[in-house]
């Protein structure tokens, strides 16, 4: 009966060791702690000293040049099982064989390699179109700046011969060596009044040879319509 309740006691949750009555009432029980961070190191490991493990250097060079290969075989087989078990799935479940279906592909590619051929001159003759307006229009650009700098430099001739035909007329006035004397007996004979008086009423009086011949004019004029006022004035009284 007892050993029916232990394996009992056993399968319910280790409660064996509380009632089985063998085990006697003081009992010791072992622990190891985990040592602090403060502690010093054990004695019997102040002085050890791991020994590398040895390495034949034949085996190392062998493993580290064939591993990689039987890797990449083992990896490349998977791929191909893969492969070949994918295709017979396909097979099987669109009904047609691996060499029809290639067959489809292959006038598939051959008839996308003519539409894009058909594309390629379609869009070389869009380019061609553009590539002659272009030029067309770059041709047209020089041609009206060529125009543009003709008129320019026809319009600056045009404004030369002009002044050098003023610098003629003017040049028949200017005093050379030649008539140097000749203009300066002319000076000494007609000589000319800078000078000018302004009486009380701020009228500015002239003389006879005075220099400022335009103002002199437009006093004789001022003059004059200042007489014809008076003289109308006076009809009218």
């Known amino acids: 009966m007892f050993p029916r309740c232990s394996l009992l006691l056993n399968r319910m949750g280790?409660?064996?060791t509380v009632w089985d009555p063998t085990i006697n009432v003081v009992s010791f029980q072992c622990v190891r702690w985990r040592k602090k961070r403060t502690d010093p190191k054990a004695k019997s490991k102040l002085d050890y000293k791991r020994i590398p493990t040895?390495?034949?250097?034949?085996?190392y060079e062998f493993l580290t040049t064939?591993?990689?290969?039987?890797?990449?075989?083992?990896r490349a087989m998977r791929k191909m099982f893969k492969e070949e078990q994918a295709q017979k799935s396909t097979e099987t479940a669109e009904g047609g064989s691996a060499e029809e279906r290639a067959?489809?592909?292959?006038?598939?590619?051959l008839s996308l390699l003519e539409?894009?051929?058909?594309e390629n001159a379609?869009?070389?003759a869009i380019r061609e179109e553009r590539l002659h307006l272009e030029l067309r229009e770059k041709e047209e650009k020089k041609l009206g700046k060529m125009l543009e700098m003709e008129e320019e430099r026809r319009r600056t001739l045009e404004e030369l011969a002009i002044r050098v035909r003023q610098e003629k007329e003017a040049s028949k006035s200017y005093i050379t060596m030649d008539n140097v004397e000749q203009a300066i007996e002319n000076a000494l004979a007609d000589s000319k009044e800078y000078n000018f008086t302004i009486d009380k009423r701020g009228r500015i009086l002239l003389p006879e040879n005075s220099a400022w011949q335009e103002l002199k004019a437009r006093q004789e004029l001022t003059v004059d319509d200042g007489e014809e006022n008076i003289e109308e004035q006076k009809q009218q009284q």
Do not use: F, V
């Open 66 to 74: 064939k591993t990689p290969h039987y890797r990449t075989i083992l």
């Open 103 to 109: 067959q489809m592909e292959r006038q598939e590619h």
């Open 54 to 59: 040895p390495i034949d250097p034949w085996e």
């Open 14 to 16: 280790g409660l064996s």
């Open 115 to 118: 539409w894009n051929e058909q």
């Open 122 to 124: 379609r869009t070389r």
